[in-house]
Structure formats: C-alpha cells, structure tokens
C-alpha cells in the first residue's frame, strides 16, 4: 500500500544569516502569491518565464510550485505566508557518516541568493523514513521551507510503501451437536449449549405430531408445525448472539465451524452419522444455528470459515493423536498425551484449527 508522508525536519541552529535567507526567500514567495491573487484569472502568469517579473529572483521551480499551491487553494483571497516548496530537483536529502560512524542528516535547497546546505535534526523514525528515501524505497514529494514559532523546519513529503502490518487470526471452532448443542472454544476457552433441552422439546412435537397425523387432523399439524419453528428459531437467536458475543470478548477474527453440507464423509462415517443419533445433523435447527452464526459474525467483522469435519472427534486437540473411531463416552481421552477432555470441547478446538484442512 502506497502512502504519503510529511515528515518534519527542524533545522539545526541557523546562524542569523541564514535566517535572513530564510525570511526572505518566504517573503518573496508569500509577495509573489499575492501579487498573483490580486490579478484577474487571465492575465495570471501560466508557465515561470512569465511569472518571472513579479518574483524576480525567485526560481523558476520554486515559482511553479507556489502557482500549484495558490491554484490549490481556491477559497484563499490573501496569504498571510505561501511557503516556498522545492522539487526533487532542487531539494536534496544527504547522509554524512562522522568519524565516529554517527549519522549527519543534511539537507539542501536553493534560496534567493545561493544554494544551502544544513543539517537537520532527526528522529528515529524519521531516520528510518530517510533511509528508504536513499535506498530508492521512497518517493520524494515537495520540501516546504516553514517557520514554526522561532524554529525553521523542512516539510518533506514521502511517498511510502508500507506493509500492512497482518495480525495473525485468531480463530472460534464451533462444534455442533444434539446432545451439546453448540460447543464453541477459543484461546483454551470452552462455552457449552446444552441441546438436551432442544432434542427433547423437539422429540415432544414429533411425539404430538405422530398423533396428529393419526387423527389427519392437519391443520393441527401445520399449527404445531410452526410452533416449533418458532420455538427453535428463538433458541438458534439467542445461542447465535451468545457465541457471536463470547468471539468478541476473546478477540476472535474467524470462526470456523463444521461443513454441515460436506460430502466428504466417507461411507463408514455416513453410516456412523446415522447410527450415533447425537450426530444428525441434517436437520433445518442446525443449518438455520449456522445461517444465524454466519450474519451475526458478518455483523460483527468476524470472518467465516468452514471447516471438513472429518476426524474432528477423533484427534486430540493436544498432540493430534488419532483414535479409530469416536469415542462412546462424553469424554475423549487420548492414548499417548493421556489428555481427558469433553468430546465436544476437543472437537470444537480442532474445528478451530482446522485439522481436516478447510472445505471447498
Ligand atoms: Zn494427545
């Protein structure tokens, strides 16, 4: 990314005749600009050879430069100082190395009468900003010659290419589950949501729809029906905003969570899927949770990633040690590191890390 800079450099103690130079050199300017103010837009001088007879001896890039600034500042109907600004031509930047291997900045630009050149005093960071200047990794713009109070300074302006500084990521893995409804880890930190609560309210509604579809009664069942979903989409809100809250407070900038579209499992674990009841996922409650997720992270500026689920409940989030199948128990405990951690927790953290890569 390109960026423009000024950079400001005080002039190491000037003696008083080269404060005169100074002074008179921004008179002049500041002379030439109201003289080319008060006269009518035609008859102002367009290139320096006519500017010439109202600035004598100011240069002719230095004249340029100030009928840039004057045209630059369309409101202005008198100046109380126009700087004199200096091209890449006439304003250069000098490093002395002493003796002692300490650095003189100097620098030097034309005045009424001869060419100067002075030291300047410089700050680290200016320093550094000089040295892309030397290496060729900056740009040099206009140098402005400035009084500030009694100091006289050099405005320097620098086009730099500054890398943007990348934070690394810090990422959220929410696991999703029937019986742990939503599991979410971030920085070693887990947060629960009990979906017991959930798969037995939704087992009640299957249970009165069984009935209902007994007796046909199906305005009955539409009624029951949207109820439920009522009833769920208020839960997948409030879970959503809880986990969108706790990615803030933790400073997560991505939160991965499982593919729930993934067709990446393999036969045996589609098999599993199915058997382990607490897995089935392919219901509208967990893709309506994830859609919820997805918005309020967007919301937030919080990125989404999803994840292959793959072996997400059979590696330890520690050493990444791998078991052969999922756990029945609720907790996970790893046969080499001997880390015992709740299954949905140690999933969740995987997600994070994205163990089975990102999907497509
Ligand atoms: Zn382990």
């Not at 800079?5 to 003696?15: D, N, R, S, W, Y």
């Not at 031509?89 to 900045?105: C, H, I, M, T």
């Not at 309210?201 to 729809?209: F, M, T, V």
């Not at 791998?322 to 128990?329: A, D, E, F, I, L």
């Amino acid at each position: 990314m390109e960026q423009v800079i000024t950079i400001k450099l005080k002039l190491f103690e000037p003696t008083q005749a080269k404060q005169e130079m100074y002074r008179a050199m921004a008179d002049r300017t500041t002379d030439f600009a109201n003289q080319y103010l008060a006269l009518d837009k035609q008859t102002r001088p367009k290139t320096s050879k006519e500017a010439k007879q109202y600035s004598e001896p100011l240069l002719s890039a230095v004249l340029c430069q100030a009928i840039r600034d004057i045209e630059g500042k369309k409101k202005a109907k008198e100046f109380k100082r126009l700087w004199p600004g200096f091209n890449n031509q006439n304003f250069r930047v000098e490093k002395e190395v002493s003796k002692d291997g300490g650095a003189v900045w100097k620098v030097s630009f034309p005045t009424l009468e001869k060419r100067v050149g002075v030291p300047v005093i410089v700050t680290e960071y200016q320093a550094k900003r000089l040295e892309q200047l030397m290496a060729g990794k900056a740009k040099q713009g206009t140098a402005y010659l400035v009084k500030r109070g009694k100091a006289w300074y050099i405005h320097l302006s620098l086009t730099v290419t500054v890398e943007e500084e990348k934070k690394p990521e810090k990422y959220m893995g929410i696991d999703l589950g029937l019986i742990d409804l939503a599991v979410a880890s971030v920085n070693g930190q887990t947060l629960f949501f009990s979906g017991g609560e959930l798969a037995y309210i939704r087992r009640r509604y299957a249970n009165l729809r069984r009935k209902l579809q007994k007796k046909r009664a199906h305005r009955a069942i539409k009624k029951l029906a949207d109820k439920e979903h009522r009833w769920v989409t208020a839960v997948n809100h409030l879970i959503s905003r809880k986990l969108i809250d706790m990615a803030i407070l933790h400073g997560a900038t991505v939160i991965r969570m499982e593919d729930l579209r993934s067709a990446r499992w393999t036969k045996s674990q589609r098999k599993e899927q199915r058997q382990d009841s607490g897995r089935s996922l392919h219901n509208w409650p967990f893709y309506q949770l994830q859609e919820f997720i997805g918005y309020k992270a967007t919301l937030a500026g919080v990125k989404i990633e999803r994840v292959n689920p793959d072996l997400t409940s059979q590696t330890c989030s520690r050493c990444g040690e791998r078991v052969k199948s999922r756990p029945k128990s609720r907790w996970f405990t790893c046969p080499r590191c001997k880390k015992s951690k709740h299954i949905d927790a140690n999933a969740a953290d995987n997600i994070a890390q994205a163990i089975s890569g990102l999907a497509a």
